[in-house]
């Protein structure tokens, strides 16, 4: 986290710097956070500082427990459930609706968004910010707008998890050839096997966040284990 040198709103700049942090996992799930440290970090006054925490308690990714503190919102299987089911929903609306009408500069796109997620297999922020982008391109081709506004309101929430499944490297290359065939099922035209790539893809995630969520429980509760 940075000083800011910046004309934006001071508030509007310490929610977005705190909210990279977040996602980028500088500031770790469960973590607690005061905010005279970030205004030390950021070098702003602390009530621009409160008043963007306020905007990330609101959006659900920080919480404030009375007379405790501050802290960032842990991931829980639920949260990774409901939004990969909100994901699955919008993908199925995305592909069906684009199936039989993307144009073969539009699949070229998408095989460039893969090319680079090739390119970048170590370097995990670039990696997942390519895989939402890859994601975001598929529902843009719609021209629905609330569906795109609806997508990108999500969309850090799957980017936050997606950062945590690429941790294990076999979840890197498992996706890069999950995009592939995303790609295959759309310039073959065949939506059956399009949405079962798609569904296929979503699933893995979901199940690849739960077990590092488990795993890392696991962890925690061995730490704690008393000697027999």
């Known amino acids: 986290m940075k000083k800011i040198e910046t004309g934006m709103a001071l508030r509007d700049i310490a929610f977005k710097e705190i909210k990279k942090s977040i996602l980028n996992y500088e500031l770790l799930p469960g973590q607690a956070i005061y905010e005279r440290e970030l205004s030390e970090k950021l070098g702003i006054s602390r009530t621009p500082i409160r008043e963007s925490l306020s905007l990330l308690e609101r959006e659900k990714w920080i919480v404030s427990k009375p007379r405790v503190g501050t802290f960032i919102k842990e991931i829980t299987e639920e949260d990774v459930i409901e939004v990969m089911e909100i994901r699955m929903i ?71 998890f997606g ?5 294990e490297k076999s979840r890197i290359e498992e996706t890069i050839t999950e995009h592939k065939e995303i790609i295959k099922a759309l310039k073959s035209q065949d939506i059956n096997q399009l949405l079962l790539a798609s569904n296929s893809h979503v699933e893995n995630t979901k199940k690849e966040v739960i077990n590092q969520l488990r795993s890392n429980l696991n962890e925690e509760n061995n730490q704690f284990t008393p000697y027999q």
């Open 90 to 160: 919008f993908d199925r609306f995305a592909l069906e609706k684009i199936c039989g009408t993307i144009t073969l500069e539009q699949i070229n796109t998408l095989e460039e968004y893969v090319k680079e997620q090739e390119n970048n297999r170590t370097d995990q922020q670039k990696f997942i910010e390519l895989d939402k982008e890859f994601h975001a391109q598929i529902v843009s081709l719609t021209k629905n707008e609330q569906i795109e506004k609806w997508f990108e309101e999500i969309g850090d929430k799957i980017r936050w």
């Open 163 to 167: 950062l945590k499944a690429i941790t």
